[in-house]
C-alpha cells in the first residue's frame, strides 16, 4: 500500500505519505515543497502494518487530507514568476480583478521557465458559465513550445460552487491531443460537447472523466481508440444520470473493458453511475479483474440487485481494494459484503433513499 | 427615597420555552443574580409589571421557535385578534412579512418601555430590528466601506433573468428582506431557459409554501418561477452568489460571535449544500483544522468588528462572513440572536452566554 495525501487551504500546504513494506510503514510528511521528514514503525507482522497503516490515513483524511494522485496545482496569478518545480492553475473568478484563465495563461507564457513546467490545470474558463475552453485550446496550441514539458492536463477543475457540473461545457480535443500526444495524464470534469476524437496516445497512464451525465459516444471513442493507449493505468468514467445528459450503454462499456487492450491498467473506475447495477453486473467473473489493483463502482446507484451480484462474484476477492462507497443496499447486505470482500469499502457515506419522493440519485449530477 | 444605589435586575423577554432564555437564566441563577422572564405575548397583551424603582438588564431573545408568539406576531401586525393560525401553517411562507412588521412593532413597544422604567437594553431593540431587515442592513454597511456581495435589484423572475445576463452574473441568492436562519432562501443559477437550477428551503406541500429542513432542488423553469414568486411575494434581497472557499470538498462560512466589540468566538461551518445553516444539518468545523493563516483569520476578524461598529446599539452579535476562493471577505448576515453555540468555549473557557455575562460587569 501507498498513499500520497496532501493538506491545503490559503497559505499552508502540506503533504503526508505513507507506505507499507512487509512489517513496517514508513511516513513522510511536511511542507509541500520540501522533502519532509521520515519515519518508520514496526509491528508484529504484515497484516497488522497495513491495519494500523488504514487507521493512521483514516485519521489524516478527518483531519481534512485528501488522498491526492499528485501534488495539487498553484493558482496562477498574472505576472508572477514561474518555478518550474510546481503545477499551475489557471482559473477565472468571479472578481474580475483577477482576469481571465486566459489572461493568466498569456501572462504565464511570458515568463522564464513556462516551458518547463510539467502540469497544467484549467478552472472556470469564463465569466459566462456557457463558455467553453476552445479558445484557451486553441491558444495552448498555437503556443506549443511554452508547453512542450506539460505531461499532464486538467481540464475543468471546476467545483460545484462555481458551476453544475452537468453545465460545464466542453469542447471538442482531438486537435489538440494530436499535438500533445506524448502526454501521459489526462483529466477532465464536465461532459457536455466533450470529444477527443481518434487519438494515439502512447504515453498515456491516466484518463479521468467526470461527468453529471456522459455522452456514448465518448465512451465509444475511448473504445475505438484503446489499442492506443496500450500504457493505460489508471482509468475512471464518471457516467453520470439520465437526467442530465448521460446515455451511456452498456453495451458501449462492455466494449471497452473487452478483450486485451489495455493491459497495464490497474484502476479502473465505472461510477457516479445512474445504472450502476448493471455496470457492477458487467463484471461479473470477468476476465479484466485478473489485471486490476482497483475496481471503483462507487457513487452509483447501486442498490440491493448490484449487491447480490457483488456477492456472487468471487474474483472480486482478488482485488487490492473494491470501492463501492455512496451505494443504496440495506443494512444486512452491507454486512455480508464487508465479510465476504475484506478489500472492500461499503460504505453508505450520505446516500439516503427519499422514502418519501421514492427517489436514488448518483453522488454527483448536478 | 433610600439612598442607596438603585437595586437592579435582569429582565429577559423570551418565550416561556425559549432554549435560549434557559441557558441565560441559568447562568444568571449559579451567579445568585435575579431575574424576570416576560414572553413577548406578555409584552403584546400588555401583561406584565414592572416596579419603577428597579434597573433592569434587558436581553432579547429570538421569538422563533413557538407557535403561539410567531401567531401572535403575526396579529399583532395585523391588529386582528381574533384569526386563528392552523397550527400546521407554522412557517409558511405566505405570512412573511406580517410577521417582520409585527416583530418591528412588538421591538417598538419594548423600546418605548424605556420611557416608563429604568430600562438597559443589552442589544438595542432598534438594532435588533435593523439588523433583520438584511436591505437596510446591507445598506449600513456599504456605505460604512464594508463589503457585502453585489446587490441585483430585480423584483421579478424575469427581469432578474435579464439584470443576470446584462450583469454577467451566473449565480445569485434570493432572500426575504426580512429572513432569519435560511428561511425563505434559494440559491439560483441560470445558464439558459433549458437550463437552470434553484437550491431552496422552501417546499410546496398541499399547495402551500413551507421552509423544509431538506434542502430540495428545482430544475424548470415552472417549478423555479413558482418558488421565485412565493418568495417575492414579500420584499426581496438579491445578491450574487459568490464562491465559498472549499474545505475538505465541503463550501464553508463563519459565523464569528462579537461580544462587547471583541471577536469571542469563530465556528466555520461546513455544508455540501450551497445553503450553509446550522439549522439544517450542516457541519460545525473548528477553526483550526482548517489551519487558515494568520493573516485570513485577522481579515474575517476585522470585517466582523467594523461591521459592529455600524450597529452601536448591539452588544453582541453573530456576524455571517464569506471567504472567497481567493481570500476577500464579505459579510453575509447579521444575527442579534446569533450567539447560540452550543459546546463551544473561547480562549478563556467562557461560553458565548458566560462570556456576554462576564462583560456587563
Known sequence: ?366 | MSNLKAQTKHLIIAPKESRRAKFWIQLLEQNNLSYLHLSYLDIISDYFSLEKDIQYIVRLESAGEDFETYQSIIHFEKNATNQILAKENFGELSNFESWYIGWEKVLKKIKDLENIFQLKFINEPLDIALAFNKKATQKLLLENKVSCPEILTSTSYESLISEMKAKKIAQVFIKPIAGSSASGIMAFRYFDSEKQKAYSTVKKKNGNFYNSLKVQTYETKEAIKEVFNEIAKSELQIERWVPKWQFNKMNVDFRVVVINKKVEFIVPRGSRSPITNLHLGNQKLKLEDLNLSSEIIEKIKQIALETMLCFPGLHYAGIDVLLSKKAKVYVLEVNPFGDMLLNIVNEKGNTTYEQELESLI
Open chain 1, 1 to 366: 500500500m501507498k498513499e500520497y495525501l496532501e493538506f491545503r487551504d490559503y497559505d499552508s500546504h502540506k503533504f503526508w505519505q505513507i507506505e507499507v513494506a512487509g512489517n513496517e510503514f514508513t511516513v513522510v510528511y511536511g511542507k509541500f515543497g520540501t522533502d519532509g521528514r521520515t519515519q518508520t514503525k514496526s509491528f508484529k507482522d504484515a497484516a497488522e502494518a497495513l491495519k494500523e497503516a488504514q487507521k493512521v490515513m483514516k485519521q489524516k483524511i478527518k483531519k481534512g487530507y485528501e488522498k491526492m494522485l499528485e501534488a495539487s496545482p498553484t493558482e496562477y496569478k498574472i505576472g508572477d514568476k514561474v518555478d518550474a518545480s510546481k503545477a499551475y492553475k489557471f482559473f477565472q473568478d468571479y472578481d474580475a480583478e483577477f482576469g481571465t484563465a486566459l489572461d493568466q495563461i498569456k501572462s504565464f507564457i511570458t515568463q522564464e521557465n513556462c516551458d518547463k513546467v510539467t502540469k497544467i490545470v484549467i478552472g472556470m474558463w469564463g465569466e459566462d458559465t456557457e463558455d467553453s475552453p476552445e479558445e484557451i485550446i486553441n491558444f495552448i496550441i498555437e503556443n506549443k513550445e511554452k508547453f512542450k514539458a506539460v505531461k499532464h492536463f486538467y481540464f475543468g477543475d471546476i467545483e460545484s460552487e462555481e458551476n453544475e457540473i452537468s453545465w460545464i461545457e466542453q469542447a471538442d480535443y482531438e486537435n489538440f491531443l494530436k499535438e500533445f500526444n506524448t502526454i501521459e495524464k489526462l483529466e477532465f470534469r464536465g461532459g457536455n460537447n466533450l470529444s477527443i476524437g481518434k487519438v494515439n496516445l502512447p504515453n498515456l497512464k491516466m484518463l479521468r472523466i467526470e461527468t453529471g451525465g456522459m455522452d456514448n459516444a465518448l465512451v465509444a471513442e475511448i473504445s475505438a481508440s484503446k489499442a492506443n493507449m496500450p500504457n493505460l493505468e489508471f482509468l475512471e468514467l464518471w457516467l453520470g444520470d439520465e437526467n442530465y445528459g448521460g446515455d451511456v450503454e452498456i453495451e458501449t462499456i462492455k466494449e471497452l473493458i473487452s478483450g486485451d487492450s489495455f493491459p497495464k491498467l490497474k484502476h479502473l473506475g465505472i461510477m457516479n453511475s445512474d445504472t450502476q447495477n448493471d455496470v457492477v453486473k458487467l463484471f461479473e467473473n470477468h476476465p479484466i479483474l485478473d489485471r486490476l489493483d482497483v475496481l471503483d463502482l462507487s457513487m452509483g446507484i447501486l442498490t440491493k440487485i448490484g449487491g447480490e451480484s457483488l456477492l456472487a462474484n468471487d474474483k472480486l476477492s482478488s482485488l487490492k481494494s473494491l470501492n463501492c462507497v455512496f451505494n443504496f443496499m440495506p443494512d444486512d447486505m452491507i454486512k455480508a459484503l464487508t465479510k465476504k470482500f475484506p478489500n472492500g469499502d461499503f460504505d453508505r457515506s450520505g446516500a439516503d433513499y427519499d422514502m418519501e419522493e421514492d427517489y436514488w440519485y448518483v453522488e454527483v449530477g448536478e
